[in-house]
Nanobody, 122 residues
Framework: QLQASGGGLVQAGGSLRLSCAAS????????TGWFRQAKGKEREFVSA??????????YYADSVKGRFTISRDNAKNTVYLQMNSLKPEDTAVYYC???????????????WGQGTLVTVSS
């Protein structure tokens, strides 16, 4: 079970931090990704985090690189997406999901949270 939270309304240039909490499993065994879906558009990859050999790897879509940061808290079994310098085009429902092997394709992720709405006003 994945639970996404932290969405809301923010002005352009502002920040939000999304959380993805897992129950029944630990994130360390999986790749966790953030996706977003704007109204009338397809779901798109935003960021992902994975772990191997004690090293954390992070991945970002070009559109958010340098503005968004993905991280994890093992003790809380939670993955975060810190979003800074938000733009109106970041407005979307944001979903977290997990999979066994890194992918930027939504269909590769079997487990999804319910989504949290981020609205960025201009």
């Amino acid at each position: 079970q994945l639970q996404a939270s932290g969405g809301g309304l923010v002005q352009a240039g502002g920040s939000l931090r999304l959380s993805c909490a897992a129950s029944g499993r630990t994130f360390s065994s999986y790749v966790t990704g953030w996706f977003r879906q704007a109204k009338g558009k397809e779901r798109e990859f935003v960021s992902a985090i994975s772990w191997s050999g004690g090293t954390t790897y992070t991945y970002y879509a070009d559109s958010v690189k340098g503005r968004f940061t993905i991280s994890r808290d093992n003790a809380k079994n939670t993955v975060y997406l810190q979003m800074n310098s938000l733009k109106p085009e970041d407005t979307a429902v944001y979903y977290c999901a997990s999979t066994a092997v890194l992918s930027r394709i939504p269909s590769a992720y079997a487990n999804w949270g319910q989504g949290t709405l981020v609205t960025v006003s201009s």
